[in-house]
Every structure is written in C-alpha cells, then in structure tokens.
C-alpha cells in the first residue's frame, strides 16, 4: 500500500483501526466497501455479486478483522442435518435469516 492509499484510509476510518486496516490489501479494503452495507439484509435474497462478497468474508475475513456470519431463526436440528455448508444456505435461505458484518 502505498503512502497516499494509507493516507485515505486514515480519512476514511476511525482511527483505531487505521493500524489494522494498514495491513489489509487494498482489493480487499475495496470488498470491505462493498461488504459493509450488507449487514441486516435478508440472506436469501443477497444478489450473486453479493454473495460472493458475502461468501468471500465468511471464509477469509477473520484474518483481515471481519466477521461475516448469518443470524437466523432456523432450526438447530434441521442446520445439524445439513452434510455441507451449501445444504445450510440453503436452510438459512428457508428461514428469517439476516447478514451480519462486523469488525473484531
């Protein structure tokens, strides 16, 4: 990252996490963005691009501070049962489910 990139995340977030935000790339301080907003909208009906930021956070984003995870009414036993994570979205996509997005 060079100096005027860390300079416009200092503007642009707080600054305690500037120190942590330094470290993350600028392709995915640019999905950040876009994943921010997410939060509180219904799983199912995230649009594909979505998704995949969606998707891309719940894999990886624990190692750039986030945490993207789904909040749902869903039955425990029914999410048991489900043999992938695709089977569970697709329980999730069933119920009142919502996005969540946080930074840790």
Same mark, same amino acid.
């Given at each position: 990252?060079?100096?005027?990139? =860390? !300079?416009?995340? %200092?503007? %642009?977030?707080?600054?305690?996490?500037? !120190?942590?935000? +330094?470290? #993350? $790339?600028?392709?995915? #301080?640019?999905?950040? !963005?876009? @994943? /921010?907003? /997410?939060? +509180?909208?219904?799983? %199912?009906?995230? *649009?594909? =691009?979505?998704?995949?930021?969606?998707?891309?956070?719940? *894999? &990886? +984003?624990?190692?750039? +501070?986030?945490? @993207?995870? #789904?909040?749902?009414? =869903?039955? $425990?036993?029914?999410?048991?049962? @489900?043999?992938? &994570?695709? &089977? &569970?979205?697709?329980?999730?996509?069933?119920?009142?489910?919502?996005?969540? #997005?946080?930074?840790?």
């Amino acid at each position: 990252m060079d100096n005027s990139t =860390a !300079a416009k995340n %200092a503007r %642009a977030f707080p600054p305690e996490l500037v !120190a942590k935000l +330094g470290l #993350i $790339p600028d392709s995915v #301080i640019a999905k950040l !963005a876009e @994943a /921010l907003p /997410l939060h +509180g909208h219904n799983f %199912a009906m995230l *649009k594909p =691009a979505e998704l995949e930021v969606f998707d891309f956070f719940r *894999k &990886q +984003g624990r190692k750039y +501070g986030v945490v @993207a995870s #789904i909040v749902s009414d =869903a039955d $425990p036993v029914e999410l048991a049962k @489900a043999s992938s &994570q695709k &089977q &569970q979205d697709e329980v999730m996509r069933r119920t009142n489910s919502s996005v969540s #997005i946080v930074l840790s």
